[in-house]
């Protein structure tokens, strides 16, 4: 069964550092979601994309963030400038027939 | 503003007892409710959504609009039900998920 993939598992950065987190969405599927869960809260929605567009960000979605689907496969979530308060375990999502399916996360410790 | 509550961060429940884990949310449209569940060190994997009215691994839920509520049931539980549950929520029309903070539901041997 086809599966979402994220790499790395887990990240470590310097703070001021930008980090690219990568996804690998299912196939033939056209919606995409980042979500994240800082240790010991909730998972919270922090944007969606949909025909190389964003279709709803949150307000934690700001300019040091960014999406792109570079090459038809990946979906990638930029962090240009990272902050301790990034720390957190970040989860793509891809979407068919209103489900959405989610990968195994990236750990994000910013030091 | 779109919200799920589940009270209970931690339940227990012995072998071969029923279980249900609360969710109530608040919203004023049409929502589609989710129940979603990780295993130790697996990700989040759908369970049930109230519109399929299905029964998956003998988990049923209940859409309760009167009581704002999406409780999950099962009615004895097994070892394996040993996981974190979310419930999550997502308006007609929207497409961001909202969850609850999630229950940790241990089943003791």
């Known amino acids: 069964e086809p599966e979402v993939t994220q790499t790395p598992s887990h990240q470590v950065t310097q703070m001021g550092q930008e980090v690219i987190l990568r996804c690998v969405p299912i196939s033939n599927h056209l919606y995409f979601y980042w979500y994240r869960q800082i240790l010991g809260q909730k998972v919270e929605f922090l944007v969606s994309?949909?025909?190389?567009?964003?279709?709803?960000k949150s307000e934690i979605f700001d300019d040091q963030f960014s999406v792109e689907r570079p090459d038809g496969s990946n979906f990638t979530l930029k962090i240009r400038s990272t902050k301790l308060e990034d720390s957190a375990m970040y989860f793509c999502?891809?979407?068919?027939?209103?489900?959405?399916?989610f990968g195994p996360g990236t750990r994000l410790t910013v030091l | 503003a779109q919200r799920v509550t589940q009270p209970e961060k931690l339940l227990s429940v012995f072998k071969g007892a029923p279980v249900e884990l609360k969710c109530n949310y608040s919203y004023s449209g049409s929502p589609e409710l989710f129940w979603y569940v990780q295993y130790s060190r697996q990700r989040l994997q759908l369970l049930l959504r109230h519109i399929s009215r299905e029964s998956i691994k003998g988990f049923t839920a209940d859409l309760n609009k009167g009581e704002t509520s999406f409780h999950l049931k099962k009615p004895f539980a097994q070892e394996e039900d040993s996981a974190m549950y979310y419930c999550?929520?997502?308006?007609?029309?929207?497409?961001?998920?909202?969850f609850g903070t999630g229950t940790r539901l241990t089943i003791i041997p």
């Open positions: 994309f949909y025909n190389n567009e964003i279709s709803e």
């Open positions: 999550a929520l997502r308006n007609f029309g929207n497409e961001k998920l909202t």
């Open positions: 999502a891809s979407m068919a027939e209103r489900t959405q399916y």
